[in-house]
């Protein structure tokens, strides 16, 4: 969704429990979708991706979920830990289209010791 | 990272001064773009350019300019027609297909 003039929402979890970060993309013809990781100070990391063809896809303690009848994407963290603690932020694309991402507004994620 | 360099990491502008933040990149993307974020905000695209001698203005392009003579670089130039330049500027470059990868950014201050 759109981010421009809004400030970041926030999310806090205590260490161990498990993060859910949602994110409302925009295009329904997107068809393939990434999530960032931003520390303080820093350039966005990779994290993971789907493409439109999957619903889920997991990686190491991430999962990834894509509803594209809402348009809906989801992040799950497994046993949040500190260093979890950054921006999330999702981006779409139109493979047709070029590589043009589209970003999503971002969460602050908190972990709390 | 891995490829991307931006430079200067900090940058200071006078009012009324035009200043140029560079990023190159060694991983043979085609396309490169710059985005603006403001403190505790989400990115904004601001130019993009899938090919040499070809670019995009973005969602906020008004008071910036780039050009991409090689596929190497892709300045961005930040001018006096900018009312306010402050803000952490990212690169970004992008095989087809594949997610964007970022640079470290460059945070401009106007003193």
């Known amino acids: 969704g759109e981010s421009v003039g809004l400030h970041l929402p926030t999310l806090s979890v205590q260490e161990g429990d498990n993060s859910i970060i949602n994110c409302a993309y925009s295009?329904?013809?997107?068809?393939?979708f990434i999530w960032y990781k931003q520390e303080s100070g820093k350039g966005p990391q990779f994290i993971i991706d789907i493409r439109s063809n999957m619903d889920k896809r997991q990686g190491q303690r991430v999962t990834v979920l894509l509803n594209k009848t809402v348009k809906h994407l989801s992040l799950q963290i497994a046993a949040t830990q500190p260093g979890d603690s950054a921006v999330y932020f999702c981006?779409?694309?139109?493979?047709?289209?070029?590589?043009?991402?589209?970003f999503g507004g971002g969460t602050r994620l908190m972990v709390k010791p | 990272d891995g490829g991307i360099t931006q430079s200067p990491k900090y940058l200071f502008r006078k009012e009324g001064q035009n200043v140029t933040l560079s990023c190159e990149q060694n991983l043979n993307h085609d396309a490169m773009y710059w985005y603006r974020q403001d403190p505790g905000q989400g990115l904004r695209l601001i130019y993009y350019?899938?090919?040499?001698?070809?670019?995009q203005k973005g969602d906020i392009a008004e008071g910036y300019s780039v050009s991409r003579e090689k596929k190497e670089s892709f300045p961005l130039t930040v001018t006096s027609a900018q009312k306010n330049p402050t803000a952490f500027y990212l690169c970004?470059?992008?095989?087809?297909?594949?997610?964007?990868?970022f640079g470290q950014g460059t945070r401009l201050t106007v003193v």
């Open positions: 295009n329904s013809a997107s068809d393939y």
């Open positions: 981006a779409e694309t139109l493979n047709n289209a070029g590589n043009m991402l589209t």
């Open positions: 350019s899938q090919i040499v001698n070809d670019f």
């Open positions: 970004a470059t992008s095989p087809r297909g594949t997610e964007a990868f």
